[in-house]
């Protein structure tokens, strides 16, 4: 599975962002999507995930802010950010969990949150 994102970039505090991603390859009704990011000197972390049912999971920090969507007939998942923050600015990316053991990676997509 290949895992192509879009849709970073820019943006002023306030702003709203919309990332794409998508997977390449046999995706099973089982498999779970989501983002995780990465910020400069910390770990990489939830932030949100959904399952082919579209049940959807999302960290404390984004809840109200974000909102985790995914169109199964074209294996993409999608992130839609709104009110951005400056402690929002990481690197994003795309990860597709098919079980415990087996998990791919998209390549990333930097999200700057700055005026």
């Known amino acids: 599975v290949q895992l192509t994102e879009s849709g970073g970039g820019l943006v002023q505090p306030g702003g709203s962002l919309r990332l794409s991603c998508a997977a390449s390859?046999?995706?099973?009704?089982?498999?779970?999507m989501g983002w995780y990011r990465q910020a400069p000197g910390k770990g990489r972390e939830l932030v949100s995930i959904?399952?082919?049912?579209?049940?959807?999971n999302y960290a404390d920090s984004v809840k109200g802010r974000v909102t985790i969507s995914r169109d199964n007939a074209k294996n993409t998942v999608y992130l839609e950010m709104n009110n951005l923050k400056p402690e929002d600015t990481a690197i994003y990316y795309c990860n597709i969990r098919k079980s415990a053991y087996n998990q791919y990676w998209g390549q990333g997509t930097q999200v700057t949150v700055s005026s």
């Open positions: 390859g046999v995706v099973f009704a089982t498999d779970v």
């Open positions: 959904i399952s082919f049912g579209g049940i959807t």
